[in-house]
């Protein structure tokens, strides 16, 4: 499941498409249905942050999950947090690393 950017949008809405899990006809994903889910943030810099969050929570499951790990401590939280998305990324990546 990826976070996507509507197309002609101003860069606050997110879609992404996947599995309804509440919809118990379509658990098994048997036959290949799939619904498209939507967001709309009060402003591009959350739906950016929003993004990167939500990238970086879905790599950290991925690791999780391979590595058969049940439960992973909480990442340490640093009282500064950087202003560009681009060092939030750096620094969760070194976060995740140790």
Same mark, same amino acid.
């Given at each position: 499941m990826c976070l996507e950017p509507v197309p002609d949008s101003d860069g606050?809405?997110?879609?992404?498409?996947?599995n309804d899990d509440d919809?118990?006809?379509t658990t098994d994903n048997?036959?290949?249905?799939?619904d498209m889910f939507a967001v709309r943030?009060?402003? +591009?810099?959350?739906a950016a942050n929003f993004r990167i969050a939500f990238t970086l929570a879905r790599q950290l499951m991925m690791l999780l999950v391979h590595s058969g790990t049940a439960a992973a401590p909480a990442p340490a939280v640093s009282t500064t947090t950087?202003?560009?998305p681009?060092? +939030?990324v750096k620094l969760q990546a070194q976060r995740t690393a140790q």
């Open positions: 606050r809405e997110l879609t992404w498409i996947k919809d118990p006809s048997h036959d290949g249905h799939y943030f009060k402003s +591009r810099t959350i950087p202003s560009s681009s060092a +939030r």
